[in-house]
């Protein structure tokens, strides 16, 4: 596939999610974040992030991430393929009190 075109596509696609986050967020004061990174060596896009008010200063208060210190970190287990070496756990948020496993 054509590299220009899809850094594009993802670029575009970003832009969508972080207008529907930023949207999300001004009417239900729902706070969140995300980070995306490039999942091998081979594709070259850049780590994206959307991070409402508190989720920022959470990440910076309680976590001591800088925001692109906590990207690259990410990038690096993933590009390294550390986490295909670790089982897999998938939690799922099911109310405000409690997080279950699966």
């Not at 995300?34 to 594709?43: P, Q, S, T």
């Not at 390294?80 to 405000?96: D, H, P, Q």
């Amino acid at each position: 596939s054509n590299p220009k075109a899809l850094i594009k596509d993802v670029n575009s696609t970003f832009n969508a999610m972080e207008r529907e986050w930023t949207a999300i967020n001004a009417h239900t004061s729902m706070e969140g974040f995300y980070i995306a990174v490039r999942g091998d060596l081979k594709h070259f896009h850049k780590a994206k992030l959307f991070l409402t008010a508190k989720a920022k200063s959470f990440i910076k208060d309680v976590l001591h991430f800088e925001l692109k210190h906590l990207a690259l970190k990410f990038e690096s287990w993933v590009v390294g393929n550390f986490g295909a070496r670790m089982i897999s756990v998938v939690l799922e948020v099911t109310s405000s009190w409690g997080v279950h496993y699966r």
